[in-house]
């Protein structure tokens, strides 16, 4: 298979944002006199914006519109100024985002991280990647698993769907893939599982990030 170009996911994927969302989410809880979770239980919440992570942490009974949006404004204050203070780069990313750019791969990135706070993360934490296009949730393009952004990503390199190898570690990224008629790849070293990944349509497994440059 000969592919032109690799668009990835950011959370899970790139980054291990982990600790960062489950910090920034239990402090918003907290504030309020909510229950708060452990890191782990953070993991099959993420993955569907902040929005939805919020809706996610709070109680079935405290699922209110109103008080939904209030959280979400919280949460985006306190994460907007800590989304880089534990999150780093999965081991291997920085090289292997190297090598695929010297092999004229064309690179991408899309998230359903808000837009701004996507770009922030990517220019913060790999900052001599070279990125052709960037995408984040915003009211221009809808959350994954809509593939909107994933098709944008392909008109803007002037390519077609079946070019570009997509890289996530959610269902909502191999759903997006396949919606897109992309070559869905799913990364072990995100939050969830080699079960989740194929039942969702995952056409190949990552177990580290070198292992792309053997796909390729």
Known sequence: MTFKGVIFDLDGTLVNSLEDLADCMNHVLRD???RQHSVEEYKNMIGNGIRRLVYESLAEGDRRDELVSECYDSMMNEYRANCTTKTRPYSGIADLLKHLFSRGINLAVLSNKADELTRKVVSTLLPEAHFGAIIGSSDKWPRKPDPSGALEIVRR????????????????????ANRAGMYAVGALWGFRTK????????????NRPADLIDLL
């Open 32 to 34: 309020h006199g909510f």
């Open 195 to 206: 079960e989740e990944l194929l039942a969702n349509g995952a056409k190949y497994i990552l």
């Open 157 to 176: 390199f002037q390519l077609d769907p079946e070019d570009f190898v997509y890289v996530g570690d959610t269902d909502v990224d191999m759903q997006t």
